[in-house]
């Protein structure tokens, strides 16, 4: 099958937009400076050292000081309710895309987001096991991420925790492939794919909001966080075959809003 | 119920030694430098600042270069036969302490290693969710952790991966009392332990060796790792409820044995 993953690559480092295939947002490593090979998950490309990798376009994941994934306190966050946002996604009957980056695996849909008379584009969606977010420092098995952007490059990200139980038709239909894509570069299709219920369970249920960070390089902030506060559910041999496939992708829990970045604070605890 | 961990932490603050309770090693807080409420696993207390909360005595968490948990890469890692070791821990038909530390919850237990003509006491077991070391990147929900020290004070962990599936007798005879002791300090008692199928469990298979350090504060190094290289089981109902008591207790993947510091490499990366 044909790599879409190696041709962004070759692409970013020639410099060449991938407009027309709607990756639009920066979240993903098929900008000119962070190439997919890049960063990872462990050691000196793990997210201890993504500055490390380029200081001058991932500067904000040692600097930035409102930085994603965070510990959500309940008793602290902003909640409002869902039917605040509309969230729109086209039906797939024939699947979508779905890629293995090497650092997650991501499903190719369009769609919109409308929140505060802003209108926001979705370019996909992908998945993290552990949760990169907590509630109340708990932890949930995996978390999905749906990147959005705006006409003026604001980003915008919905996201939901996924815990253990009866696996939703959604997820069911995704991750139906995810054993075709063992390795970076892999793509396939998924299931069908209808996000009705998706959108019934954002609109109905309550949501937490922040202006945080993307959790992977270049870790870029002013980002409009939407999280549900009611989980998706996922049965535990479907959450197997995906661990297997995506290991371990979620960056460590950052410090509070506002706070220094952690590893600012490192390097000044060090050179004292 | 009384609390032993108020007790504990007391007797640290006064400097009163805790040996009669047979809390002989240093990975808990109950020794005077670093007192149960001073470290955590989020934000200024986390791991990325335990160095911060104590300079001298947690030097090594910054500094070492064999620090644990690693990603251990079974292509490279050394492994042995289980027979090489021999854990002898007496059954406790009448259950043991089991107590809510804050940063874990630990079973108190007697019991030996004898590994290379050496004699190491058992002074407790404990669990981290998720787990800390990674296999070829892949983590697994749970670890648990059984602390020795030789009279020498060289420490040594004896450690299982534990993967989703029926429980354990073991595990499930330890956990069926976690609900009721969701706080810290909260001591009482587990279910009747009798360890002679994991004793067969360590022995009958193939076991993981390297050199590293203690996964909490003060980081110490020269700690014998001894990993099972065949997980033990949790079912999902059960690590809910320890889940829900724990929250998330894992330190992040170290880099490679020998390699800079991962923290120490960040600060020199940020004063570049």
Redesign the interface.
């Known amino acids: 099958m044909f790599s879409k993953y190696l041709a962004s690559t070759i692409a970013a480092f020639l410099g060449i937009s991938n407009a027309a295939c709607n990756y639009g947002t920066s979240e993903f490593p098929r900008e000119p400076n962070v190439p997919a090979s890049k960063f990872s ?4 490309t ?4 993504w ?2 990798l380029n ?1 001058t376009a991932n500067a904000m994941c ?2 930035g000081m409102n930085q994603s994934p965070i ?1 959500i306190v309940t008793t602290n966050a902003t909640i409002t309710h869902g039917a605040s946002v509309s969230l729109n996604i086209p039906s797939y009957p024939g699947g979508a895309d779905f890629e293995n980056l090497g650092t997650n695996v991501e499903v190719v849909v369009n769609g919109t987001l409308i929140d505060a008379n802003k209108t926001y584009s979705l370019a996909q969606f992908h998945f993290h096991t ?1 949760s990169e977010h ?1 509630i ?4 949930y ?1 995996m978390e999905i991420h749906f990147v959005l952007e705006a006409a003026d490059k604001t980003i915008a990200v919905v996201g939901f925790l996924i815990d ?1 139980g009866p696996t939703d038709p959604l997820l069911s239909s995704v991750f139906a492939s995810v054993s075709e894509i063992p390795s970076p570069g892999n793509v396939t299709l998924t299931g069908p794919l209808d996000f009705s219920i998706l959108q019934y369970h954002l609109t109905h249920n309550t949501i937490y909001r922040y202006e945080g960070s993307l959790t992977t390089p270049p870790c870029s902030e002013k980002v409009k966080w939407i999280i549900g506060t009611k989980p998706l559910y996922i049965d ?1 041999d479907t ?2 075959e995906v ?2 496939v995506v ?2 992708n979620a960056r ?2 950052q ?2 809003l506002g ?1 220094a970045n ?6 000044t ?4």
């Open positions: 998950y462990t050691g000196l793990g997210p201890l050292n500055y490390g200081e040692d600097k510990n552990t907590r109340n420092n708990e932890y098995p253990f535990v959450y197997k661990k297997k290991k371990f460590y829990t410090d509070g706070q952690l590893l600012e604070n490192a390097a605890e060090l050179n004292r």
